[in-house]
């Protein structure tokens, strides 16, 4: 009995402090989806044919955002109306609409051109910023972690919506128009859910 008691006492002391170890283990928080969000929405970037640089996190500011890679000379270029009254639309209930110019598709031109396509062709009040990679090995972080959470884009004119946690809710391929049904439904479901 005394060396089964002894073992028991052991046991249990090992247990004990086990169950420390674990309870404080349990304690630790894990990084919230916002966090997350930080992480990957916290990117210096260039405005679209400026000089000027913003915080991606900033602009977004905690709202739900609906990012896309746009070029100019795309089939889709004409998304940019539809975009833009999206832009009007939801904008003053919370939604953030970011424009991401790249030539990963081989239809963008160059940054003045750009420009002016969306700013003066189609009168573009939602923030576009500077061309970058949206797929492959050189895809820029926010366009890297859109494709974990979804898909990579495959073509121009793809559009992610997000919570304001960083999670994409809902993924739009190429010909899905900003003024359909369904993506007016899933962004009134994003600003609802705030």
């Not at 977004?60 to 100019?72: E, F, K, Q, W, Y």
């Not at 940019?80 to 009254?85: D, I, R, V």
């Not at 030539?103 to 061309?131: K, R, S, Y």
């Not at 121009?156 to 809902?170: H, I, P, Q, R």
Request: glycine share 8%.
């Amino acid at each position: 009995m005394g060396l089964l008691s002894g073992r028991l006492s052991t046991f249990n002391k090992v247990n004990g402090y086990l169950a420390v170890v674990f309870g404080v283990a349990l304690m630790v928080p894990f990084p919230s989806n916002s966090a997350q969000a930080a992480d990957w929405q916290a990117h210096e970037m260039r405005r679209l044919h400026s000089s000027e640089t913003v915080n991606l996190e900033a602009l977004i500011d905690g709202r739900p955002v609906l990012m896309i890679n746009t070029a100019s000379r795309c089939g889709y270029t004409g998304q940019f109306e539809g975009l833009e009254a999206l832009h009007q639309r939801y904008g003053p209930e919370g939604l953030a609409v970011v424009g991401f110019s790249s030539n990963d598709f081989n239809q963008e031109i160059d940054e003045e051109g750009a420009a002016d396509v969306c700013f003066v062709n189609f009168g573009v009040t939602f923030d576009m910023l500077a061309p970058v990679h949206v797929r492959g090995e050189n895809a820029h972080p926010v366009f890297a972690e859109l494709a974990r959470q979804s898909e990579a884009p495959r073509w121009n004119f793809t559009k992610y919506l997000v919570s304001a946690d960083g999670d994409v809710v809902a993924h739009f391929p190429s010909n899905i128009r900003p003024e359909s049904g369904v993506m007016r439904r899933a962004i009134e479901e994003t600003l609802q859910s705030m």
